[in-house]
């Protein structure tokens, strides 16, 4: 049984950083998309950062430049380093899992397995 877990959230002020984590068990193949995606209250699920099996990685916009995806495979652990928050980087963070591809789609809807999240307060 694959199981995704996150950690790492909690609140800082603007301009600061956190790193994220998720620990996923229960998964031995080479195949993947790894994905971070947030939710603020009143807004759809956003995907911010993206990993695939070859290391290629992907990033909107919005947190491009400020946000960087890695990986751990001996750890089997998935970080996302978020430096200059600001405010509207605020919202409960996921991080997912899309084992049925080693390429990323970039919506929520394709990935199989999910953490339970992990809030990330900015505060200005």
């Known amino acids: 049984q694959v199981q995704v877990v996150e950690s790492g959230g909690g609140s800082v002020q603007a301009g600061g950083s956190l790193r994220l984590s998720c620990g996923v068990t229960?998964?031995?193949?080479?195949?993947?998309?790894m994905g971070w995606f947030r939710q603020a209250p009143g807004k759809e699920r956003e995907g911010v950062a993206f990993?695939?099996?070859?290391?290629?990685?992907a990033y909107p916009d919005s947190v491009r430049g400020r946000f960087t995806i890695s990986q751990d495979n001996a750890k089997n652990t998935l970080y996302l380093q978020m430096n200059s928050l600001r405010p509207e980087d605020t919202a409960m963070y996921y991080c997912?899992?899309?084992?049925?591809?080693?390429?990323?789609?970039?919506?929520?809807?394709?990935?199989?397995?999910w953490g339970q999240g992990t809030q990330v307060t900015v505060s200005s």
């Open positions: 997912a899992a899309d084992l049925r591809r080693d390429f990323c789609v970039f919506e929520h809807r394709v990935f199989d397995y």
């Open positions: 229960g998964y031995v193949g080479t195949t993947y998309c």
């Open positions: 990993i695939d099996s070859a290391r290629r990685t």
